[in-house]
């Protein structure tokens, strides 16, 4: 073990949960167990994220038995609780200080692109103090949307959900016709959205029929004649829109829509989804269209958003949370290797098929507060719909679903 550094651990989850951030710091926690008593004195989690740091608020991870933390693993959301609060240069004056008061040598937070920020900018301040510190990031976020990584923890499982709502939506769809308009966590980034449409091969015209990531400019004049054109062929439309969607101006369409001043967190992230307000204004926008245009007298039409449920639903991929794990072990196995001071674990593809996936470090400011988008060939040409080259990506990563079936409607019984 090269670099040998003696002090304690501390893991902490930050930003939104997950359906397997706990298996990523358990992860962690299984990675560290061996570690020798003469190097790893302690092994704790921080409650809430940074605000545990600053409040010295510490559970001891080696006093809980295998069996819980097993059960825990297997948990969706984080049992460490969560916070998006983001340091500033006091705060990381009074982290240091916390670590040098407890001898804390090895750090660890699970999270997406704020929470890969909030790190690097703690281990800036330790460097330029002259603390020496092992501090690592374990990839996580629905949102799929970190550099360097083929896809992130949390999203099979996120992405699993999508796909089965909106399976389950466009049979509920077929039955009556009409319009269903389901909006999709992703800020920047179309990957959630556009697992809307991994279940949409196995039956033949199946939903979703239009899929809007925020990698394209999205046009609200487009937008009702693609909605139009479906209607007409199939007497029903499914769809589903990213929250992030925006103008070619980079204007989001919910502020387009809304007269609402929306909020920010303290990352500077605006809310675009959990009120219902962009699934309610595009709903309208087809009605004042169909209608207006005399294409349907009462347009039946329902719009949703999906928020929490995505992203901490129960029936998680067994595919996500094994490699959480694995990338939590990862991390802590690359700290005491002592040859990095820090890094992101990333998941990167082996091979495609049969899908095989590797954990690697990459530099934490490699990944720190940016942004991956959606491939370009992941999307149609016409910017309303993913390709098969995303459906083949995609599919590895949410785990085998459940059967569906349908009549055979040319079985019927003749009229007398």
């Known amino acids: 073990m090269g670099n040998k550094l003696v002090g304690n651990a501390i893991v902490f989850t930050q930003g939104g949960p997950t359906a397997v951030i706990n298996a990523s710091w358990v992860g962690v926690v299984e ?63 009074k982290m240091l200080a916390v670590f040098k008061k407890y001898n804390i040598r090895y750090v660890f937070g699970a999270g997406g692109n704020d929470t890969s920020e909030s790190l690097d900018l703690i281990n800036d301040a330790a460097k330029a103090s002259g603390y020496d510190l092992r501090m690592f990031h374990v990839c996580k976020t629905v949102d799929c949307d970190l550099m360097e990584n083929d896809h992130t923890c949390g999203y099979g499982s996120a992405a699993r959900f999508v796909a089965n709502a909106f399976r389950g939506a466009d049979l509920d769809n077929k039955a009556f016709g009409g319009i269903y308009l389901g909006v999709c966590m992703g800020r920047h980034a179309g990957f959630l959205t556009a697992a809307a449409a991994l279940r949409r091969n196995e039956i033949a015209d199946s939903g979703p029929h239009l899929v809007y990531v925020p990698e394209r400019a999205f046009s609200v004049e487009q937008f009702v004649k693609d909605v139009e054109a479906v209607y007409k062929q199939h007497g029903r439309a499914v769809i589903a829109v990213s929250e992030g969607i925006e103008d070619k101006a980079h204007t989001p369409i919910l502020q387009l829509l809304s007269s609402d001043k929306l909020e920010a967190d303290s990352h500077g992230n605006v809310q675009l989804s959990g009120t219902g307000a962009l699934a309610d204004a595009l709903v309208e926008q087809l009605k004042k269209h169909l209608e207006g245009n005399g294409i349907v007298k009462k347009l039946r039409a329902r719009g949703d958003t999906f928020g929490y449920l995505q992203r901490s639903f129960t029936d998680l991929s067994s595919a996500d949370r094994e490699e959480a794990l694995q990338v939590g072990w990862t991390a802590a196995q690359e700290a005491l290797r002592g040859e990095f001071t820090d890094g992101s674990i990333a998941i990167q593809r082996a091979s495609s098929n049969p899908y095989r996936a590797k954990f690697v470090r990459v530099p934490l400011k490699a990944v720190a507060g940016k942004t991956r988008h959606l491939p370009d060939e992941f999307i149609n040409a016409a910017g309303n719909n993913v390709t098969e080259q995303f459906i083949a990506w995609g599919l590895p990563l949410i785990g085998e679903n459940p059967l569906i079936g349908e009549l055979d409607l040319s079985k019927k019984v003749a009229k007398k």
């Open 31 to 93: 990675g560290l167990r061996d570690a020798p008593a003469d190097v790893l004195t302690g092994i704790w989690g921080s409650l809430h994220g940074i605000d545990g740091v600053l409040n010295e608020e510490f559970v001891d991870l080696r006093a809980q038995s295998q069996k819980t933390l097993d059960a825990v693993s297997r948990t969706p959301a984080t049992a460490l609780g969560t916070t998006r609060h983001k340091p500033n240069a006091e705060d990381n004056q």
